[in-house]
C-alpha cells in the first residue's frame, strides 16, 4: 500500500462554493495519515489544469461543467479515479456527487408567500447546457404543486461568471419584458445569487417592486445575497459537506482499484431558505435581520444567545421580544432548529460518526449532542441516522 496519496482538487476557486468545496476535502484529507491534496485552479472551463495521463496524482476530485467533460473522462478512461462534484455533465459513468435539486423546495417555499407563478431564470441554453436538466425538471414538477410555471433561458451573460453583468442590467432587455409580463404577484428562483441580483435589478428597471410584485430567491447563500439592496433569500449549499463526503468517496475509489461496478450519483440535502428582504413583504427591522443571519450561518459553530446580544445593540428581553414578533419564533428556538437540521443533513447524507457530526454541529461533548437529538426528535442520532440514510453504502 502507498504509503502517501496525492490528491488534485480542481475548480475555479474564485467562486465562493469551490472554495468551500476545498475546504471540506482539505477537512478530510487533514483525517488521514496518507493523503495530500493539491489545489489546482480551473482558470477557463474546458482547458485541462493536469496532464492527460494524470500521472503524478492517485485521484482527481473536481468541480468540472460540460467545456471539461472531454479531459475529464480521457482522466477517467485512462484509469484515474475521479469524482465530479457537478451535477453539469450528463450521461457519464464519472461518479458525481452534488447538492439535491432545490427547485421543489423554492416553489414550495413561493407557494407558501401565495405566488401562484412561479418562474425559473438561468442563462442562454445555447451557451449554458448545463441549465437544461433544470430547465427540464422545473417544467415538468412544478405544475404537481398546483403552479403556473415559467421559464426564461435567454439571459445574454452568466453573471455567475462575470458579476459586472448586474450593472448592465439595461441590457437584458428580454429579462426585463420577461418579468414585466409575468402575472403578479410572481416568484422568481435562480440557480446562482447573482442571477437573483440581476433579476432585482431588471424588476427595479421595469417598475416592479421585490418582494410586493416579485418574490426573488437564489441559490448559494453567497456574500452577493447578503450585499445586495434588496438582500436576497437564498438557499445556502452544503459545500464543504460535499467537499468533504466526495473525497471518502475518492478515497474508497482508490482502495477498490477503480472503477465502480454501477454508476455514483450522491444527492446532499440542502438546509432550508435563509429568508431576507427580496421575500419579506414585511421587513423587519435591518438589526434583527442580520441578528437571524449571523444565528443561521453560525449555529454550527457553538454559538449561544450571548454571542448574538454582542452583535447587537439591544437588550436581551427586548430581542427576544423584537425577534419573535419579526420571526415567529424566539432566537434560542431558531438556533436549536438550525442545528437541528445541519445534524440531520450529516446524518442522512455523510459517513461522519456520531462524535464527528456532534462537533461539525457546534457540540462539544458528544453526550450534550445525544441529549439534545433525542429530546428534539425522541430518536437517538444512531437510531434517526437507520431510518433515514441516504448515503452510498
Known amino acids: 500500500m502507498k504509503t502517501t496519496y496525492t490528491i488534485a482538487v480542481t475548480a475555479p476557486f474564485w467562486m465562493e462554493y469551490a472554495s468551500e468545496l476545498l475546504k471540506g476535502a482539505q477537512a478530510y484529507a487533514r483525517e488521514q495519515t496518507n493523503m495530500r491534496v493539491i489545489a489546482l485552479p480551473i482558470h477557463e472551463h474546458g482547458q485541462s489544469p493536469i496532464s492527460s495521463k494524470g500521472t503524478h496524482f492517485d485521484g482527481l476530485f473536481a468541480?468540472?461543467?460540460?467545456?471539461?467533460?472531454?479531459?475529464?473522462e480521457t482522466l477517467w478512461k485512462n484509469g484515474l479515479p475521479v469524482v465530479n462534484s457537478s451535477g453539469d455533465i450528463q450521461d457519464s459513468d464519472i461518479p458525481m456527487i452534488r447538492p439535491e435539486p432545490i427547485y421543489l423546495k423554492a416553489a414550495e417555499y413561493l407557494k407558501k408567500l401565495g405566488r401562484q407563478d412561479?418562474?425559473?431564470?438561468?442563462?442562454?441554453?445555447?451557451k449554458h447546457p448545463a441549465w437544461k436538466p433544470l430547465c427540464d425538471g422545473f417544467r415538468l414538477d412544478v405544475p404537481t404543486l398546483g403552479l403556473n410555471s415559467h421559464i426564461f433561458s435567454q439571459c445574454e451573460v452568466d453573471p455567475g461568471y462575470a458579476p459586472s453583468r448586474i450593472f448592465e442590467a439595461h441590457l437584458e432587455?428580454?429579462?426585463?419584458?420577461?418579468?414585466?409580463?409575468?402575472?403578479?404577484?410572481?416568484g422568481v428562483w435562480c440557480p446562482n445569487d447573482e442571477l437573483a441580483a440581476l433579476v432585482c435589478e431588471c424588476a427595479r428597471i421595469s417598475g416592479l417592486s421585490v418582494p410586493q410584485d416579485i418574490a426573488v430567491i437564489g441559490t448559494g447563500n453567497s456574500q452577493i445575497s447578503r450585499l445586495s439592496t434588496p438582500s436576497i433569500s437564498s438557499f445556502k449549499l452544503p459545500a464543504q459537506t460535499i467537499g468533504y463526503e466526495g473525497m471518502r468517496l475518492l478515497h474508497q475509489l482508490i482502495l477498490e482499484k477503480y472503477p465502480p461496478k454501477e454508476?455514483?450519483?450522491?444527492?446532499?440535502?440542502?438546509?432550508?431558505?435563509i429568508e431576507r428582504e427580496?421575500?419579506?413583504?414585511?421587513?423587519?427591522?435591518?438589526?434583527?435581520?442580520?441578528a437571524?443571519?449571523?444565528?443561521?450561518?453560525?449555529?454550527?459553530?457553538?454559538?449561544?444567545?450571548?454571542?448574538?446580544?454582542?452583535?447587537?445593540?439591544m437588550s436581551r428581553m427586548t430581542f427576544y421580544n423584537l425577534y419573535k414578533a419579526s420571526f415567529g419564533c424566539t432566537p434560542a428556538e431558531d438556533l436549536r432548529r438550525s442545528r437541528l437540521e445541519s445534524a440531520k443533513n450529516l446524518l442522512a447524507s455523510s459517513s461522519m460518526n456520531i462524535t464527528e457530526v456532534a462537533s461539525a454541529c457546534g457540540f462539544n461533548e458528544p453526550n450534550k449532542f445525544y441529549v439534545f437529538f433525542k429530546r428534539e426528535t425522541t430518536l437517538s442520532p444512531?437510531?434517526?441516522?437507520?431510518?433515514?440514510?441516504?448515503t452510498h453504502p
Open 63 to 72: 468541480f468540472a461543467n460540460v467545456k471539461d467533460q472531454q479531459w475529464i
Open 292 to 313: 437571524r443571519e449571523f444565528i443561521l450561518n453560525h449555529a454550527s459553530d457553538g454559538i449561544t444567545i450571548k454571542d448574538v446580544l454582542a452583535q447587537i445593540p
Open 173 to 186: 432587455t428580454e429579462l426585463i419584458a420577461f418579468l414585466k409580463k409575468l402575472p403578479k404577484p410572481a
Open 382 to 390: 444512531s437510531q434517526w441516522r437507520d431510518e433515514n440514510n441516504k
Open 118 to 126: 412561479v418562474a425559473f431564470v438561468c442563462p442562454d441554453l445555447q
Open 263 to 273: 454508476p455514483i450519483h450522491i444527492s446532499i440535502p440542502v438546509p432550508p431558505i
Open 278 to 290: 427580496s421575500t419579506i413583504t414585511q421587513a423587519p427591522d435591518r438589526t434583527l435581520t442580520l
